[in-house]
């Protein structure tokens, strides 16, 4: 399914404590939109949705909506701080393109 490396695992986790959601999770999610036609969606969650896929970790953990899950399979999840910003990045090998920008793909 999902790859998270180490600095997404601990951008999460800060993400969940500095929210007070450590019971919960972060939701990922792929939506209509960007330039490119696809877009990543990502939001905090207390709890999963009944028909979610879970991915519990010590860490915390990932909802995946059904309708996401196979254009996220085989995604590499990563958090990189630059000079530019931070953020999470994503790898994802179902992508046939991205936009410039690397926010949307198709």
Request: with cysteine.
């Amino acid at each position: 399914m999902l790859k998270i490396t180490h600095d997404a695992k601990a951008a999460i986790q800060e993400l969940l404590a500095a929210n007070d959601r450590q019971n919960g999770g972060l939701r990922i999610s792929v939506q209509a939109g960007g330039c490119a036609g696809l877009q990543y969606g990502m939001k905090l969650e207390e709890s999963p949705n009944e028909d979610d896929i879970v991915l519990q970790a010590d860490w915390g953990a990932i909802y995946i909506e059904p309708e996401s899950a196979a254009k996220l399979d085989g995604t590499t999840v990563d958090f990189t701080e630059t000079v530019a910003g931070k953020g999470f990045n994503f790898e994802n090998p179902n992508a046939e393109g991205k936009c410039s920008c690397g926010k949307s793909f198709a």
